[in-house]
């Protein structure tokens, strides 16, 4: 392969077939959605619990209402990174893994911004019971933000800055 000045190009990239694409991408899918499940897992449990205990009932109407948004949220998020386990198992040995991994990557995603969501709504609750300082929305915004950083911002930059 040459450019136009006749020069060799570098070639970047695999040398796989469609299949062969799809198993790697299925893999390494995978263990991402491990990492995830792993975190939303904890999260979900911990706030499961949280209605049982005496504190709860001394929780004023918003902060009831936002750990009621936060628990549906964080099952949610638990629902979207545990699908691509359930779409794999349901389509597995269809030959359509390419669109399998298609789908079960943007179900990923949506479990990702579904985490944030419930992370910054469980730090938005703890941090309003544990200080009732105006300053809790700040912290939570400046969380939200580092979040949005380094898991969205930082990996679309890289992915714009470094693919042709």
């Known amino acids: 392969m040459t450019d136009a000045d006749g020069g060799a190009k570098r070639r970047r990239g695999r040398n796989e ?22 975190g939303v897992q904890i999260l979900f449990g911990f706030l499961l619990t949280v209605v049982f205990t005496p504190k709860y009932d001394d929780l004023r109407s918003t902060d009831q209402s936002i750990y009621i948004f936060t628990v549906a949220v964080g099952a949610a998020a638990t629902g979207a990174l545990i699908g691509p386990v359930s779409l ?45 300082d105006d300053y809790v929305p700040w912290l939570v915004t400046g969380i939200v933000v580092w979040y949005g950083v380094c898991w969205f911002v930082l990996p679309l930059w890289t992915r714009r800055r470094y693919t042709e």
């Open 88 to 132: 794999h198992r349901l389509v597995s040995g269809r030959r359509i893994k390419p669109q399998a991994v298609e789908w079960a990557s943007r179900l990923t995603l949506v479990g990702l911004v579904l985490l944030l969501v419930t992370m910054a709504s469980s730090l938005l609750l703890i941090l309003r019971v544990a200080t009732h």
């Open 17 to 38: 077939t469609e299949e062969e694409r799809a198993d790697r991408m299925w893999l390494d899918l995978l263990q991402e959605v491990r990492v995830a499940q792993m």
